[in-house]
């Protein structure tokens, strides 16, 4: 079975390119949606804590299946530890034998602006060059990063209540674009074509209203992921077209948790797959509610699998016993 280390993932990403990685996973993203019947889905099977969440993804199809473990505990920056950890598990399904596991710390940043991006592609005006990102923490450069090939984005504005991050965020991006640090949430969407909104905090917060919006914007609702946690106001939310992943979690975990009567537009594999527009004119309002899904999980590691394999990356170690009779595991165990 084969291992990706954080290291492992490093070197990948510098044989590859953090661009052409970041196009492969919105193409093998794109690819998974287009299959969308062919994947056994679920909501992930979360357990919460007073101090944070802690959940399993799966996904699978005819061929694999896959898991992520990942956490959520927005207090953990208090302490110098990430809010968002995880792990990740590739197994072949005619044998049940896992193929691969791997960090997803650094995937999960990755996947989700790639997933944010997809949505945006199909939702979001092709002319959008302004955009602004509310929440400036551990994966607000890979958004715009994965927005960057789709869009003319000429100018981020940007925002959030720790200057630090902000500060963060700017010395990461100095020369990629043009950036423009904001003193409020309604100053930086104030002309914005498209709104990311990736905060960690687990409430129900209203950063946006729909007076702060000029006609036509797109928003990206990323950080609303999980009960009791929301970023926009509900009025808003009625006001706009919405695109959801996978409609029974988001309806638990997404910005429409408390409007669950709200009528939903489409799930994502819909617009992916031609089956329903996405944008229909310049004015309307367009939320792509991004909780995070399993199948997003499932297309990475299949990708990252495949260029382990094409690159010769990741340690092979023994966590499946390799027996002359499969059905001598204690002679296995007592054996030199």
């Not at 799966?58 to 995880?86: E, I, M, W």
């Not at 992921?225 to 009625?238: A, F, I």
């Not at 004015?283 to 299949?302: K, M, N, S």
Request: proline share 6%; aromatic share 8%; hydrophobic share 40%.
């Amino acid at each position: 079975m084969k291992l990706i280390t954080i290291p492992d993932l490093k070197a990948m990403i510098r044989q590859v390119g953090i661009d052409a990685f970041l196009q492969q996973t919105l193409n093998a993203l794109e690819d998974a949606f287009e299959h969308w019947h062919e994947f056994s889905k679920s909501p992930r099977h979360a357990t919460h804590y007073p101090q944070g969440v802690i959940e399993l993804m799966p996904c699978a199809n005819r061929d694999f299946y896959s898991f992520k473990y990942v956490n959520g505990h927005p207090k953990n920056t208090q302490q110098g530890r990430l809010s968002v950890t995880a792990v990740g598990l590739l197994a072949e399904t005619d044998s049940g034998y896992p193929l691969m596991i791997s960090e997803m710390t650094l995937l999960t940043a990755i996947r989700t602006a790639a997933t944010g991006a997809l949505g945006a592609k199909h939702l979001a005006r092709p002319e959008s060059h302004r955009l602004a990102i509310i929440g400036t923490g551990a994966q607000a450069e890979f958004q715009l990063m994965a927005m960057q090939p789709l869009f003319p984005i000429t100018q981020v504005t940007f925002y959030d209540p720790d200057p630090q991050a902000m500060a963060k965020f700017a010395r990461n991006l100095t020369g990629k674009v043009d950036l423009i640090a904001c003193t409020s949430i309604e100053q930086a969407v104030a002309e914005a074509d498209i709104v990311i909104t990736a905060t960690a905090a687990k409430k129900h917060n209203q950063l946006i209203t729909t007076d702060m919006l000029k006609p036509g914007t797109h928003i990206n609702g990323m950080g609303g992921d999980c009960p009791g946690k929301t970023e926009l106001d509900p009025e808003l939310l009625t006001q706009c077209k919405i695109v959801v992943e996978y409609l029974p979690q988001s309806r638990e975990e997404g910005e429409i948790q408390l409007m669950k009567e709200l009528p939903v537009y489409a799930e994502l594999w819909e617009l992916v797959c031609g089956q329903k527009p996405g944008r229909e004119n310049s004015e309307e309002l367009t939320l792509f509610d991004c909780v995070g899904f399993a199948l997003e999980d499932y297309a990475v590691l299949r990708q990252v699998y495949q260029l382990a394999s094409d690159l010769g990356i990741g340690e092979e170690v023994e966590l499946v016993p390799s027996l002359d009779n499969p059905k001598d595991l204690y002679g296995f165990l007592m054996s030199p």
